[in-house]
């Protein structure tokens, strides 16, 4: 029995870290091929395609976070005497965590599905040893826009993202809490950097380069049958989404 038992840790562990390097074995020769050229209008398709769709969610989910972070924070900070910190607290929780971290998880399931099905679909029927015939890199020819797509897109989202959700809270604080406008705006002014913005947006072009790699590795490595495009599908979003908070503590650490 415990033979059995230490036989499947093993083999999960094995297989984990085979996994692992064949996707740093694909992120390689990605970059490889992003190096020699870049297929612009494919870019700005996929820009197009995977970052226009989500300005919807997007914005649903940034505007009903400031809200609900400005109804849990704003009440108990103005029994305290802090209100003149609720749009500093506000801006700066948004800003640097739950502007690109939301973003990122929407996109996990938004975009990096997309990529994955359609990748996944296009291994099935074959197209992927079409281009491989023709003397084409998967790489080159799949991969790469949507890296470069990604890394543009979700930095792009979340600022809009930032900016929507800063409202929300605004919109709670004056009109439902009873704070000024320009105690929220001085807040900002006061207490908030810069960097707090940036800091954000630098970790969501992680993020982008993140759902954009998972996303093509599960469509290229997908099971066969329609059955394995679910699969693949399902594999890329949960991977993304947990990846995207291992990520999200380290860049936390090193950028704050």
Known sequence: MLTKILEAIGGFVIHRFEEFGRMVLLYVETIRQMCHHARI??????????????LLIVSLTLAFTGIVLT??????????????????????????????????????????????????????????????????????????????????????LTIFGDVIGVVGGYLIAVYYSGISSMTFMNSIHTYVDVYDFTGGLIKAIFFGNIIAVLGCYYGLNSPDGAEGVGRATTRTVVASIIVIFILNALLTLILF
């Not at 929407?106 to 491989?132: H, N, P, W, Y």
């Open 71 to 156: 109804l849990q924070t704003a009440d108990e900070l103005i029994k305290y005497g802090a209100q003149s910190t609720v749009g500093a607290i506000i801006s700066i929780g948004i800003g640097r965590e739950l502007g690109p971290v939301l973003v990122a998880v929407v996109c996990a399931g938004r975009v990096g599905s997309a990529i994955t099905a359609e990748i996944s679909t296009m291994k099935v029927t074959e197209q992927i040893d079409a281009l491989r015939v023709m003397a084409v890199s998967p790489a080159d020819y799949l991969i790469v826009p949507r890296m470069l797509a990604c890394m543009f897109v979700v930095p792009i």
């Open 41 to 54: 209008r494919s870019i700005l398709y996929q820009m197009s395609h995977l970052g226009v769709d989500s």
